[in-house]
């Protein structure tokens, strides 16, 4: 009887510590990456592409994707690079949803933004809507890193195709953003603002074919 006695204590006293340390557990964090888009809306400003005139013009469809990343990113958690060839996973701070589509609509959403709303309507790529548009932007991302506190690197090749599906452009662009702030937010703005600078060099040659 005194043994049972004893076993109960211990298996309650383990129950405790196993409920303590569940509810002293981190609480998990989730991110987006905003975009262009976003930023206008919260500022009270437009959220599409500025019109040049009055005049009516043809308007052009461009299709965003497919929009490939690396497959280390490929992951719920944030991945940070600490230097040399170390990665690290944040197992607390992770994307609320998958980063390729995440990247593929913030993309979208900033050329919506960025070319004149009057001859350029942007959506995501998709098989059977590919036919119905004038140009198709494929992207491939080859890096995306950083850490906070520090810089964002991206790296990126870009192809615009025709509605032929004709090269029209192939480019790379390597862009550097600084981390204002050692938090994981700082750190996943600092990527959008990569994005960002992504999506203007693309624009540039769009409205340039």
């Known amino acids: 009887m005194r043994r049972s006695f004893f076993s109960l204590l211990a298996l309650e006293w383990l129950l405790f510590l196993f409920v303590s340390g569940c509810a002293s557990s981190p609480t998990s964090r989730f991110y987006q990456l905003s975009s262009l888009k976003m930023s206008s809306l919260n500022s009270g400003a437009a959220g599409a592409g500025e019109k040049l005139s009055g005049i009516k013009t043809k308007i052009f469809n461009i299709k965003v994707g497919p929009v490939q990343i690396p497959d280390y990113l490929d992951r719920p958690q944030i991945v940070t690079a600490s230097g040399g060839n170390e990665l690290k996973l944040a197992e607390f701070d992770r994307w609320a949803g998958s980063l390729e589509q995440d ?29 119905a548009s004038q140009y198709q932007v494929a992207v491939n991302i080859i890096r995306f890193e950083g850490a906070p506190g520090r810089s964002v690197l991206l790296k990126a090749q870009w192809t615009i195709f ?7 452009v192939h480019e790379e662009s390597v862009i550097t953003e600084e981390v204002h702030g050692a938090t994981y937010g700082a750190f996943v703005m600092a990527m959008s603002n990569a994005l960002a600078g992504l999506s203007r060099a693309i624009a540039g040659s769009i409205m340039s074919l």
């Open 103 to 131: 990247v593929t609509r913030v993309m979208s959403e900033d050329l919506a933004v960025l070319l004149p709303a009057d001859r350029f309507r942007v959506a995501q790529w998709s098989s059977w809507s590919a036919a």
């Open 162 to 168: 025709n509605r032929e599906h004709r090269l029209e």
